[in-house]
């Protein structure tokens, strides 16, 4: 793999911060957005999981990619979320993300009814690339079934790629299964495949992964960016291990909120910990086990952190 | 038991019918809707899971809310759904729907994130009361696990009847757990309980439920209402019994493509085929295997669809 390219590396599925009426906080998203690339994120994946994206109105979503772009990062350095339960939904957040000249959509399929087929798991995603009829679409396969519980079959990945082959170009694999992510990467080596932690990111990179995005990118990217660039000299296998025990850690608790909690404590930014329903904010007892277990590991969030 | 009010008996979460191009076909489903009415249904709980409303934008969920109240059917009939994974849409579409004088919405909890907490569920659901913020507004929880995943628990029923007695004031269970609605009849006997399949409707009746919402009563309502209209009488269980080997003919098939198969037979309009991705139309084979076993059983749908 080549680092060169831009979209390659590390993306972070950028955490979407709530005023306590549960607003989106629009300046402390684009502030955090900045942040994370200043700290060596190669882009953003914002409107993920970990975004809160399906906790977010259409129109919120639309608002505030307009407000990232507005603020000067770069469109080819985002991949927006657009995957809806509806096409239409779907078909209208993509198009607006396509012309606004973003580097690709991250797709997720049609995430309500479950057990659908692989042929209606295509056909979901063969209809958003005919109707929304650009030749500038580039998708990236979202595959999280512990949260869609609909994903990408290898079949479904073959049959997308024999068909669309200059538009599904990517997969990001939140499955949590190492043994899936490599069995996409040796089916579809042409296929730029992000593992969904930083866990597996040398291990993906050596199988031919082209980064990884990850939750826990939010509060970690610098380390993450540094493997991403030192991968193949000595001391790799060492700052894996690290960011592993960090992930691990983070991965105790439920992930968005710990996370939010974490920048909540770094920034002295309270707000930070607000999440919208179903979820709920870290409670004070386990944000504390959660320091105390990251303490243990030597692990702060960068100090850059000064914009908060 | 009664069934002298409006808001009790058989409620049918009417099937969308779709044009070749998928665009809802919005006369046919008027049709549809009266015919559900006339043939003996004592209400329609529109946009629920068998209507593929989550297949629809919220967009067409309004437009077409408009269009069957426009059409002269009662509004105090409708029980629409409501429930998105994102509040503000939940909110928007609750609005809309209390505001055109609905008898209630039909309310599923934020279905993408999984394994959420009680307290997440219930924050939800309480965040749409505060917001929508209007006395008029009645709730039947939607509690649906085999698709939205999340469900309604009793301690968050309980919690939920506790501070919103006015407001929420019925379930709809489609677990398709018996033991599940019995314990919830069981809990709360003030609850407005509406099993999810007709198949229980007779236990349902005799333990407290009100009536039952059924994807099947697409296809077989007035033989639905007819067990809701005689169910203390002689001859109940027979009634039931026949109801039941009808369902489980159709519930060997996906049961949305297998209603509308039936429709598009007994109509002679094939496009009532056409369901939206990631669903997939019954397959010529399916339906001929599913026409011979309805046959099997003496079941026609009523000559009454003579509307078609």
Not at 67 to 80: D, E, K, T, Y
Not at 196 to 217: D, K, N, Q, Y
Request: aromatic share 6%.
């Amino acid at each position: 793999m080549s680092l060169d390219r831009p979209q390659r590396g590390v993306f972070v599925p950028a955490l979407t911060p709530f005023k306590q009426d549960l607003a989106v906080d629009e300046a402390r998203f684009v502030e955090h957005c900045k942040w994370l690339l200043a700290e060596g994120a190669n882009g953003l994946a914002v409107f993920g999981t970990t975004s809160e994206a399906n906790s977010l109105s259409n129109d919120e979503r639309r608002h505030l990619l307009e407000r990232v772009i507005g603020s000067g990062i770069a469109p080819r350095a985002l991949m927006p979320g657009t995957g809806c339960c509806a096409i239409p939904e779907t078909v209208a957040l993509t198009r607006h993300a396509v012309e606004r000249g973003v580097l690709g959509v991250l797709l997720l399929p049609p995430f309500y009814y479950k057990n659908v087929s692989d042929d209606g798991v295509y056909a979901s995603i063969a209809e958003v690339v005919h109707r929304v009829g650009d030749a500038r679409l580039r998708i990236y396969l979202y595959h999280i079934p512990p949260m869609a519980s609909v994903g990408f079959s290898l079949p479904v990945i073959e049959r997308l790629l024999r068909d669309f082959p200059d538009t599904v170009i990517g997969l990001k694999d939140s499955s949590g299964d190492w043994n899936n992510t490599e069995a996409v990467l040796n089916a579809f080596p042409e296929l730029e495949v992000f593992p969904g932690s930083e866990a597996f990111l040398l291990a993906g990179l050596r199988s031919g992964a082209v980064g990884c995005i990850s939750a826990t990118a939010n509060v970690n990217v610098a380390a993450i960016a540094d493997l991403l660039r030192s991968w193949r000299e000595p001391g790799a296998d060492a700052k894996q291990a690290e960011l592993t025990a960090i992930r691990a850690a983070v991965q105790k608790f439920p992930v968005i909120p710990a996370a939010k909690a974490m920048l909540a404590a770094a920034s002295g930014e309270a707000d930070w910990k607000v999440v919208r329903p179903p979820l709920r904010p870290l409670s004070a007892e386990a944000a504390a086990d959660l320091a105390r277990m990251l303490e243990a590991l030597d692990f702060s969030i960068a100090s850059s952190l000064a914009h908060a």
